[in-house]
């Protein structure tokens, strides 16, 4: 039985077909990435799963009692599933790092209750982890945007779903901070065997750090890939469809792993 | 400060008051104190407070460092109702029910209530839910409610409800004594106590709908719970004292300024400021001139020059 499921999902706005149809499963543990050009339906189509678009079709995700509907559950039951992380967060007011970390915590609360002593700690901790030690009282809007992402980031492994779902987090971060992003999702994913959902804008994380890669094009999966599985040319093949002519390479760093390497390769004219 | 202000507040205005004539027990000057300057001094405080802790929900809520109760025409709005209350009000016979409240208190907030509701639909017509379109949708309601207010005027006696109108829309803190203002104030320490208690709620729907949602909140719900608990403070508030500009707007940016965050604290910072502010201004407007002025112009002169500072520094950042 697949931890989580999504089947025929369709959504539209003004007259417009955006995602068209998809269905894929993912299971426990597994970090499953996105990948597609922009404009693709990759942003729509996680926003449904949130249930934050209205759509046709189903997600159901592995409980102890058999698989729930996404779509039947009510906001404060959804968020102690699912987390999601935004391209950009919406928070504009002044805020202290350590009180957005705390937002996470809100699912298990009641609507009058604080966190207690043991989530501030815990809290703290987390930001450690992201890479934001001593930064609780700071303002959250004097941080980076990678920062903020980071921050974010903390904030849905505060959350402590069993689905998390985040849309391009590593657009707004440098280099170093996109490995160590996905590192940290990585290693929550397997102390606390949940899955994740990953848009991502950059194909050589996608290739190096999923388990799993959809490739979306117009509102549709076109490909699926396992890169630990899959021959270099047959993955080629399929990431052409939405890049063009490109080649891939396995490469071994410095400590003996080996990398997937994506190179553009001159269109035809 | 704030109690300084409000011990200030006891003593100042048309009839002098001493502490050595009240401590000797002069009949006429405890009547004095007791029965308007105490009653006053409380709406001061305590309704500037509430003015400064419903600007921050409106500012926090609708995600616009701009929305205040003046902008989005809820002060205007209760204005007009309360109009409608003094001149239907009398009509009815009925000046003053159970704990002081009167129908122009139950109009003022109807009519602050249909603004909220009348600008929240007016800003649903933007799907992108942009920021300045609120204040827009607030822009238009304020209008409207001039327009009745107007009509209002136009059909009110002169000699009486006319002035008692236009006493209104100056907004002044003259002839608020203690039988008035006991229900308002109990209502809007009610409200004050709930906002507190939902603050958590507050800060979580300061980021848009599918993200808090995502975070477990029912923003529709919660959102309309806020906006009524806050609109039920500005209209205890307003329905004692008339139109009063700026307090809503200034205090919570002045708390946050000095803050840096949205914590409970800095709402109860916002609070004390607000409170000061009014009091301050209430102070100024039965002291600097022979004949009492009314209270919103000193708020203005405060809040004005702050507004024009958000702006300029609104524009530096971008």
């Known amino acids: 039985m697949s931890y989580f499921k999504v089947t025929d999902?369709?959504?539209?706005?003004?007259?417009?077909?955006?995602?068209?149809?998809?269905?894929?499963?993912?299971?426990?543990?597994?970090?499953?990435?996105?990948?597609?050009?922009?404009?693709?339906?990759?942003?729509?189509?996680?926003?449904?799963?949130?249930?934050?678009?209205?759509?046709?079709?189903?997600?159901?995700?592995?409980?102890?009692?058999?698989?729930?509907?996404?779509?039947?559950?009510?906001?404060?039951?959804?968020?102690?599933?699912?987390?999601?992380?935004?391209?950009?967060?919406?928070?504009?007011?002044?805020?202290?790092?350590?009180?957005?970390?705390?937002?996470?915590?809100?699912?298990?609360?009641?609507?009058?209750?604080?966190?207690?002593?043991?989530?501030?700690?815990?809290?703290?901790?987390?930001?450690k982890i992201v890479g934001l030690p001593g930064k609780e009282e700071m303002n959250y809007q004097f941080l980076s945007e990678g920062q903020k992402q980071l921050c974010i980031l903390a904030r849905t492994l505060m959350q402590d779903a069993k689905l998390l779902l985040l849309d391009e987090p590593e657009s707004s971060l440098d280099l170093r901070y996109r490995y160590h992003m996905l590192e940290i999702l990585r290693k929550s994913l397997k102390e606390g065997e949940s899955s994740a959902v990953v848009a991502l804008h950059d194909p050589a994380l996608a290739l190096n750090y999923c388990d799993r890669l959809l490739l979306f094009s117009e509102g549709r999966i076109v490909g699926e890939m396992i890169p630990a599985k899959d021959s270099p040319e047959e993955m080629e093949r399929k990431l052409m469809q939405i890049y063009g002519p490109v080649s891939l390479h396995r490469y071994e760093d410095r400590a003996g792993h080996t990398q997937l390497v994506m190179i553009k390769e001159p269109e035809e004219l | 400060m704030l109690v300084v202000l409000a011990v200030f507040s006891l003593f100042v205005g048309k009839y002098p008051l001493s502490m050595r004539e009240l401590l000797a027990g002069n009949e006429l000057h405890w009547r004095v104190f007791l029965t308007l300057r105490v009653?006053?001094?409380?709406?001061?405080?305590?309704?500037?407070?509430?003015?400064?802790?419903?600007?921050?929900?409106?500012?926090?809520?609708?995600?616009?460092?701009?929305?205040?109760?003046?902008?989005?025409?809820?002060?205007?709005?209760?204005?007009?109702?309360?109009?409608?209350?003094?001149?239907?009000?009398?009509?009815?016979?009925?000046?003053?029910?159970?704990?002081?409240?009167?129908?122009?208190?139950?109009?003022?907030?109807?009519?602050?209530?249909?603004?909220?509701?009348?600008?929240?639909?007016?800003?649903?017509?933007?799907?992108?839910?942009?920021?300045?379109?609120?204040?827009?949708?607030?822009?238009?309601?304020?209008?409207?409610?001039?327009?009745?207010?107007?009509?209002?005027?136009?059909?009110?006696?002169?000699?009486?409800?006319?002035?008692?109108?236009?006493?209104?829309?100056?907004?002044?803190?003259?002839?608020?004594?203690?039988?008035?203002?006991?229900?308002n104030m109990i209502l809007c320490m009610i409200c004050v106590g709930a906002v507190f208690l939902l603050h958590r709620q507050i800060i979580l729907l300061s980021m848009e709908e599918g993200e808090a949602r995502m975070l477990g909140v029912n923003a529709g719900k919660l959102r309309l719970l806020l906006l009524l608990l806050a609109t039920l403070m500005v209209s205890c508030v307003v329905s004692l004292s008339g139109l009063i500009s700026f307090v809503g707007l200034v205090t919570p940016h002045l708390a946050r300024m000095l803050t840096k965050n949205s914590r409970a604290s800095t709402m109860f910072l916002g609070g004390i400021f607000g409170g000061c502010l009014l009091t301050f201004s209430d102070i100024l407007a039965r002291s600097v001139a022979k004949t009492e002025l009314p209270v919103s112009i000193f708020t203005g002169i405060i809040g004005a020059p702050f507004l024009i500072y958000l702006i300029v520094r609104g524009r530096q950042k971008i």
Not at chain 1, 92 to 121: A, F, Q, T
Not at chain 2, 82 to 90: P, Q, T, Y
Request: glycine share 12%.
């Open chain 1, 9 to 127: 999902l369709t959504v539209g706005y003004g007259g417009k077909m955006i995602v068209n149809d998809v269905s894929f499963a993912v299971e426990r543990g597994e970090l499953t990435g996105i990948l597609g050009a922009n404009g693709s339906g990759k942003t729509t189509f996680l926003k449904a799963i949130c249930n934050i678009l209205p759509h046709e079709g189903m997600c159901e995700m592995h409980k102890a009692q058999g698989m729930t509907k996404l779509e039947s559950l009510s906001a404060k039951e959804l968020a102690r599933l699912c987390s999601y992380i935004p391209q950009r967060s919406g928070i504009s007011i002044d805020i202290s790092v350590l009180d957005v970390v705390l937002m996470g915590c809100n699912p298990k609360l009641g609507i009058l209750e604080r966190p207690n002593k043991e989530m501030r700690e815990r809290a703290s901790e987390i930001l």
């Open chain 2, 39 to 183: 009653s006053r001094t409380v709406v001061g405080v305590l309704g500037g407070f509430a003015l400064g802790i419903a600007g921050f929900v409106f500012q926090t809520v609708f995600r616009n460092p701009l929305a205040s109760p003046d902008i989005i025409g809820v002060s205007s709005g209760a204005s007009a109702g309360a109009a409608a209350g003094i001149l239907f009000g009398a009509g009815l016979g009925i000046t003053t029910g159970w704990l002081g409240f009167s129908w122009v208190t139950a109009f003022a907030f109807a009519g602050a209530l249909l603004s909220v509701i009348l600008a929240m639909a007016l800003s649903m017509i933007d799907r992108n839910g942009r920021n300045s379109t609120i204040v827009l949708a607030g822009i238009a309601v304020h209008s409207l409610a001039q327009t009745v207010l107007m009509c209002l005027k136009l059909t009110a006696d002169p000699e009486k409800e006319l002035a008692s109108i236009e006493y209104w829309i100056m907004g002044s803190l003259n002839g608020i004594n203690s039988h008035s203002i006991l229900g």
